[in-house]
């Protein structure tokens, strides 16, 4: 049997193992105890690597089990492990003869580090919101440059963890200090205003011809944290010049393989992109409901196998239930949004958590949300801007 190994959970993780299971591959996931993933019927074999992350064998470990269950690709779910993928790239390939589904470090660090992707896109002319470095001795200069309110954004975090909007410098100041003793470094960054407007989730497979094999774009209708945040609801849609921009990006940086954007789209109609994720992400499932099956892109890029075209369908709506209940709690449209945060079944509609397909599986990632939406620390960190 052909076995594919997720490395990380998430509903990232559980997305990637439905449309791996639906092209004939057989699951691995190597994920913390507990994860959704562990509760997937597209998942064949589940690990727990909770006692080993950090750990200083963890590369030995991750090779024993890539050897055990002779995965043949390794594909990271979060940026942690992406990262420590591709810093151990080349040695992984050389001790397991696996592909690992991501760029050499050199790459990788630029795309990961916000701070580094937008200063590529300023020195090439590609849209993006003000951006600069913070450091202590360089408060007033950056502040001059953005100017308020804007954004000060950790250069790395997931889930809109640790943005905190400031209206002055007193507050730049003031509240600087917390963001990076909890995130490390940060930028200070233009804030765009897009409550109650969508962003979008731009996904992309470039090969290593420099082609663009598929494409998806997801409108994020509603997101939590409200004044900006993760997506728990969305639609995808058709918008070739947004496309065109990220395909920009992937051009500079000469980046092969899967790569996920935000953009925003600022009051003059611009689209400005805010970050590149160099690993897929959890609204993967919007892609595949669509038409287009990245994970398979991912598999058979680096396996050397023929590619084949897809049929994208756009007009196909994703629902993460757990986030769209905190927007719910939180929004003054939840009784008034269109579509109406009622309508729980359609033909169009679909879970970010698995849906009735992977029912054991949204059962646990529900229940798993009302206990973060109960903890104080949870809501906290989702609460800056």
Not at 9 to 29: D, M, P
Not at 205 to 213: F, H, K, M, P
Not at 350 to 378: H, R, V, W
Request: proline share 4%; with cysteine.
């Amino acid at each position: 049997m052909n076995r594919i190994l997720v490395l990380g959970g998430g509903l990232q993780g559980l997305s990637t193992a439905r449309s791996l299971h639906k092209i004939g591959y057989e699951v691995v996931a190597l994920a913390s105890k507990g994860d959704v993933s562990s509760h997937s019927r597209y998942v064949s074999h589940f690990i727990d690597m909770s006692k080993n992350v950090g750990h200083k064998d963890f590369l030995s470990f991750l090779c024993s089990v890539i050897l055990e269950y002779n995965c043949l690709v390794i594909i990271p779910m979060s940026d942690v492990l992406a990262e420590f993928l591709s810093v151990h790239k080349l040695e992984i390939e050389r001790l397991t003869s696996s592909k690992c589904a991501i760029e050499e470090y050199f790459k990788f660090k630029t795309a990961y580090d916000k701070k580094e992707l937008l200063k590529l896109c300023a020195e090439h002319s590609i849209s993006h919101p003000k951006t600069y470095p913070l450091a202590l001795d360089n408060l007033q200069e950056a502040a001059n440059y953005v100017g308020f309110p804007a954004l000060i954004k950790p250069d790395h975090s997931v889930g809109a963890r640790g943005i905190t909007m400031v209206h002055s410098f007193d507050e730049l100041e003031l509240k600087l200090k917390t963001v990076e003793s909890e995130y490390g470094s940060s930028t200070l960054q233009s804030y765009i205003n897009h409550v109650n407007k969508p962003y979008y989730n731009v996904m992309m497979y470039r090969d290593q011809n420099g082609v663009i094999l598929a494409n998806t774009v997801l409108e994020i209708q509603r997101f939590y944290p409200i004044r900006g945040g993760s997506s728990s609801f969305g639609v995808t849609v058709d918008i070739p010049k947004l496309v065109d921009i990220c395909k920009r990006v992937l051009e500079v940086l000469d980046w092969h393989g899967f790569a996920d954007f935000d953009v925003l789209k600022n009051d003059k109609g611009e689209y400005l992109i805010i970050e590149m994720n160099p690993r897929v992400p959890a609204s993967l499932r919007a892609a595949a409901v669509s038409g287009v099956n990245f994970p398979e892109l991912i598999v058979n890029g680096c396996l050397g196998l023929p590619q084949r075209r897809y049929d994208y369908t756009p007009g196909k709506k994703l629902r993460y239930l757990g986030l769209d209940i905190m927007w719910f709690i939180n929004s003054d449209k939840r009784f008034s949004c269109k579509p109406s945060w009622f309508n729980f079944f359609g033909k169009d509609l679909y879970y970010q958590e698995g849906g009735i397909k992977d029912f054991k599986a949204m059962c646990f990632s529900l229940l798993e949300g009302l206990k973060k939406i109960c903890n104080p620390k949870f809501r906290k960190s989702k609460s800056g801007i």
